[in-house]
Nanobody
Framework: QVHLVESGGGLVQAGDSLKLSCVVS????????MGWFRQSPGKEREFVAA????????FYGDSVKGRFTISKDGAASTVYLQMNSLKPEDTAVYYC????????????????WGQGTQVTVSS
């Protein structure tokens, strides 16, 4: 089992920055990759970013590329999402997730999920 707890969400203005954290515990040695997804009301869950645990390779969704940065500490016990130049369309609940097998943009590839943290960007 892997447990994830996100934090760092809040209400900000357009153009501001925010950094989300996800503390990971449990059988972290089984993790292959960690990712961030987001979901706003009436929309499907959207891939934001992912990082491979062993190599720290990263990739991003097109809508956040160049503005968001995913990172992890050396032990992969905490995963971060630095969000810059925030836009109102970034408003969503942000979820941290763990994949045991793939570095993937597909939510179905992730076996464990946190409870989410709300990010609201006002115009």
């Amino acid at each position: 089992q892997v447990h994830l707890v996100e934090s760092g969400g809040g209400l900000v203005q357009a153009g501001d920055s925010l950094k989300l954290s996800c503390v990971v515990s449990g059988r972290t040695s089984t993790m292959y990759a960690m990712g961030w997804f987001r979901q706003s009301p009436g929309k499907e869950r959207e891939f934001v970013a992912a990082v491979r645990r062993s190599t720290s390779s990263t990739f991003y969704g097109d809508s956040v590329k160049g503005r968001f940065t995913i990172s992890k500490d050396g032990a992969a016990s905490t995963v971060y999402l630095q969000m810059n130049s925030l836009k109102p369309e970034d408003t969503a609940v942000y979820y941290c997730a763990v994949s045991l097998n793939y570095l993937s943009a597909m939510a179905s590839s992730y076996a464990y999920w946190g409870q989410g943290t709300q990010v609201t960007v006002s115009s």
